[in-house]
């Protein structure tokens, strides 16, 4: 063997066991937060547990996972009166004629569901232990966890909803962060770099869909936005088969309450030609469709009566940095989709990505535009993350950072 190959697999195999280290928990805190997310992929048949994702419009996304290939279906009820027998209803996933049948990652969509009621719902799949073309076997049904979630749509326009971001693969952050959050938490959205470089099912899984099964499991809806890392990695293009997302996009616009939530696809942070890339990624017309569908948003009648206009993405638009330090990704978030941002009027922007939690207040000069706060939610360790609350009504609406140890690092208040 030459000799530098055998010096390069010995970093390449230091690196990874350093940042296994790096991923584990080292508090009591921690470890009991990663036990918990850990329950979600408990074994048996139901390998992932039922998590929710957020779809607006009375619509609600619902995936889990199976140890073995088989159907599945979730079923769901608004039925909660007691003495009455639960009306349960079904829904599945089917593409271009096809129920969704013989693999692992299950997925379906809740159509037409009351959002001012509760839900609960659970999921039934059968293994399928021999698929021929004329004759399918199945095993038993196997039934999912029940799950169940407070009414979404509340009086007043009340919506209360918590971000996170640049957890890297650190689930066991998300329990104790979950703990200094507050009450009532309507929904919770991933902001990006939640997830390490996907290399494969087993890390999409345990860092992404359990921690999404786990916040299902305490009546919360997620939401999951990519950052520049969930862009990377062999798994990357398998991502969106074990999601339910509006469009079938990673970015989209909803109404919760008396707020418009515009969540946004940040993009790479290096220009498509740079090498760590390989001459596979495109992202510069992606985001050029990205932004014509912005300018749609901003000129629809939602997003023009809502009373609070919230941006969440994970590229922060920062005016204060200078221009020859701005990289691709940071560059093209201020001068192409900051000024849609003055142009729409957004009330405030929250971002992670600097792994250095601090509000950037508007910009002074008017004329430079920047006419919002920018929230940015930091990073690992413990000490240093951060979770970021919003909570809207029809009069007022609130955005905090609040530390790991539940100090408020900052906060903005508005009333109309």
């Not at 997302?245 to 919760?256: C, F, N």
């Not at 993350?385 to 950072?401: C, E, N, S, Y």
């Amino acid at each position: 063997m030459d000799k530098r190959i055998g010096v390069a697999a010995a970093a390449a195999l230091a690196a990874a066991g350093w940042l296994r280290a790096q991923l584990q928990p080292t508090s009591e805190v921690e470890k009991e937060g990663l036990a918990a997310v850990q329950e979600q992929q408990a074994g048996g048949f139901v390998a992932v547990q039922p998590w929710a994702h957020l779809m607006g419009a009375g619509r609600l996304g619902v995936g889990w996972m199976t140890a073995q290939p088989a159907d599945g279906v979730v079923e769901w009820t608004q039925t909660f009166e007691a003495g009455r027998p639960a009306e349960w209803k079904t829904a599945w996933h089917s593409e271009d004629g096809l129920r969704q049948a013989n693999g692992t990652a299950h997925r379906a969509v809740i159509e037409g569901y009351d959002p001012s009621r509760p839900i609960r719902f659970r999921t039934a799949s059968r293994p399928i232990t021999s698929f021929k073309p004329y004759q399918v076997t199945f095993g038993e049904t196997e039934h999912s966890q029940e799950r169940t979630l407070p009414a979404l749509s509340r009086p007043a326009g009340a919506a209360s909803f918590i971000v996170f971001n640049d957890i890297h693969s650190r689930v066991h952050l998300y329990p104790p962060l979950l703990a200094k959050a507050g009450a009532p938490v309507d929904f919770a959205v991933f902001n990006g770099d939640v997830l390490q470089d996907p290399q494969g099912e087993k890390d999409i899984a345990a860092n992404l869909l359990a921690p999404m099964a786990w916040f299902t499991s305490r009546g919360i809806p997620c939401f999951f936005l990519r950052g520049n890392h969930e862009t990377r990695g062999a798994a990357a293009r398998a991502l969106k088969g074990y999601l339910t997302m509006p469009d079938d996009r990673y970015y989209t616009a909803m109404t919760v309450g008396a707020a418009r939530l515009v969540l946004i696809d940040c993009g790479e942070d290096k220009p498509d030609a740079s090498k760590e890339y390989s001459g596979l990624v495109d992202f510069d017309p992606y985001m050029e469709r990205q932004l014509a569908w912005l300018e749609g948003e901003i000129a629809s009648p939602a997003f023009k009566r809502a009373a609070w206009r919230i941006v969440v993405v994970h590229i922060p638009p920062d005016w204060r940095k200078d221009e020859a330090k701005l990289w691709h990704g940071e560059r093209r978030m201020r001068e192409r989709f900051a000024p849609l941002f003055d142009k729409g009027q957004v009330t405030a922007v929250i971002c992670g990505h600097t792994h250095r939690a601090e509000m950037i207040e508007p910009c002074p000069d008017p004329a430079r535009g920047f006419r919002w706060p920018v929230f940015i939610g930091g990073a690992h360790p413990l000490a240093n993350t951060t979770v970021i609350r919003a909570d809207a009504d029809d009069a007022a609406l609130a955005i905090k950072i609040i530390r790991s140890d539940g100090a408020i690092l900052a906060e903005k208040h508005w009333k109309r």
